[in-house]
């Protein structure tokens, strides 16, 4: 069952960003997959690649806000941060009661959320800068 499905919506026009919300989508709904399959322990190895794309999807994002001098970098970036802090939160209670009853409601809600608070803004403000 997949949990995320890619939406036009989602689209920024910036083929890297897009390419990374394609892969943290397709990262999320694999973990979802394996930890629905066979649980906490099973899914814990995607926990480390989801982190890692996700630290490097950010640094990219922050990289093209300084770049072009997005006036809200500093909410974005800790918002971020916040993002990070809850996957090591998600990881930490995977690993320390072998299961999370709420997991994917949890990687979807961080998915989506953010996306719409914070990268749906970034992306129309830069849109035409990108054109």
């Not at 999807?57 to 300084?66: C, I, T, V, Y």
């Not at 001098?69 to 802090?85: I, W």
Request: net charge negative; no cysteine.
């Amino acid at each position: 069952m997949t949990l995320l499905q890619w939406k036009d919506s989602y689209s920024v026009g910036i083929a890297a960003v897009d390419h990374e919300h394609r892969e943290l989508i397709d990262l999320i709904n694999r973990l979802h997959d394996r930890y629905v399959a066979a649980g906490a322990a099973a899914a814990e190895p995607f926990f480390g690649d989801l982190y890692k794309a996700i630290s490097a999807h950010f640094a990219l994002e922050e990289q093209l806000m300084r770049g072009w001098a997005y006036e809200l970098l500093s909410e974005h970036k800790r918002d971020h941060e916040r993002l990070l802090d809850e996957i090591r939160d998600i990881m930490d209670d995977a690993a320390a009661q072998g299961a999370v009853g709420d997991l994917s409601a949890r990687l979807e809600a961080w998915f989506s959320r953010h996306f719409q608070v914070h990268d749906a803004p970034l992306h129309k403000a830069l849109a035409p800068r990108t054109a």
